[in-house]
C-alpha cells in the first residue's frame, strides 16, 4: 500500500463478529479529493468499515490506511486527519446547547473556541441552525441534530471526511444543502469524502465516484461510466441496474 493518490486504502480488510465476517477481504482504494458513495443493502458492512476507518473497530486482518497513516499502527494520527459522522447521534450533551456542544467537541482536537466559532459559523449557517446556537441539543429535532453532527465532524478541518447516512433524517431541500456542501468541501478545499448510503439517488446526486458493497467485499468502484462498462450494464445503464448486477452477481457466486 502507499498510494498517494488515494485518501483511504484498505488491503484485504476482514472483521469478524464471532462467526459472522463483516468485512470479508475487502479492497478499497478511494481517491484524493473525491465524494466516494459507498452503496450496499442493509447488512453489507457499510457501517463496519466507517467505524474500523475511523478507529472505533479494530481489523480482525488486513490493512487499512487513512491519509497514508495505518489505522491500526497510528489511530490518533488517523483521527486527526479524519472527521466521523456516525448515522446515530448518541454522544452529544443534550444539556448543553448547540455551541457549547460544538466548542467541547472542538476542544477534544485541540480547536479553542474562537477558531470554533469561526470553523463552525458558515456551516451553522448553511444547515440552518445559526438561530439555535443558544438552544439545547435535547430540544432540537432529529434532523438538526443530523446537521449538528455534520458540522461537529467538520470542526477540526480534517482532510478526511466519513460520513454514514448523512441524510437519513432530513427533508429533501436540506439534503440537498448538504450534498451541496459535501460537493463543495471536495471540489474548493481539496477534501475527500466517503459517504455510505443504501439510498441511490443520494450517491448518484452527491458523488462522482462509487464502491458497490456487499457482503462485505467491495465488488466495483469507479464512475458510473466505468462501471457501466465493467458490468456490461450497457453505456447507458443507470445506477440502479449496475447496482443489481454487482449485487446479483456476487450472490450468485455465493452459491
Ligand atoms: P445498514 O445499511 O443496515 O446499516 P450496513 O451495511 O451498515 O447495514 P453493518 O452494520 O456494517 O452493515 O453490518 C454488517 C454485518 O455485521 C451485519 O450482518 C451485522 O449483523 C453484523 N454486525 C455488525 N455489527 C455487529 C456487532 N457488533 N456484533 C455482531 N454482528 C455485527
Known amino acids: 500500500m502507499g498510494n498517494d493518490a488515494s485518501a483511504i486504502e484498505c488491503r484485504a480488510l476482514t472483521r469478524v463478529f464471532r462467526e459472522r465476517r463483516a468485512l470479508d477481504g475487502l479492497d478499497l482504494a478511494v481517491p484524493r479529493g473525491s465524494v466516494t458513495a459507498l452503496v450496499g443493502s442493509n ?53 448543553l446547547t448547540v455551541a457549547q456542544n460544538l466548542e467541547f467537541f472542538a476542544a477534544m482536537h485541540g480547536v479553542d473556541p474562537a477558531r470554533c466559532r469561526r470553523e463552525a459559523a458558515p456551516h451553522l449557517e448553511a444547515l440552518r441552525l445559526t438561530q439555535r446556537a443558544a438552544t439545547r441539543f435535547g430540544e432540537l429535532s ?10 461537529r465532524g467538520l470542526i477540526h478541518d480534517p482532510k478526511v471526511l466519513l460520513l454514514d447516512e448523512p441524510t437519513r433524517s432530513l427533508s429533501p431541500d436540506l439534503a440537498r444543502v448538504v450534498w451541496d456542501l459535501l460537493r463543495s468541501l471536495a471540489a474548493d478545499r481539496g ?23 456487499h457482503r462485505g467485499r ?38
Not at 228 to 251: K, P, S
Open 43 to 95: 447488512g453489507a458492512g457499510k457501517t463496519t468499515l466507517m467505524k474500523t476507518l475511523a478507529t472505533l473497530l479494530t481489523p480482525t486482518s488486513g490493512q487499512a490506511r487513512v491519509d497514508g497513516l495505518d489505522v491500526t499502527a497510528d489511530p490518533a494520527g488517523v483521527r486527526r486527519v479524519l472527521g466521523y459522522v456516525p448515522s446515530e447521534e448518541r454522544s452529544f450533551y443534550w444539556r
Open 191 to 213: 477534501k475527500t469524502i466517503l459517504i455510505a448510503t443504501h439510498n441511490l439517488m443520494e450517491a448518484r446526486t452527491v458523488a462522482d465516484q462509487l464502491a458497490v458493497m
Open 218 to 255: 467491495i465488488q466495483g468502484s469507479g464512475t458510473l461510466a466505468e462501471l457501466a462498462r465493467t458490468t456490461g450494464a450497457g453505456d447507458d445503464a443507470d445506477l440502479e441496474a449496475v447496482f443489481r448486477t454487482l449485487t446479483r452477481e456476487a450472490w450468485e457466486g455465493d452459491r
Open 142 to 151: 432529529t434532523g438538526m441534530r443530523q446537521c449538528l453532527g455534520i458540522i
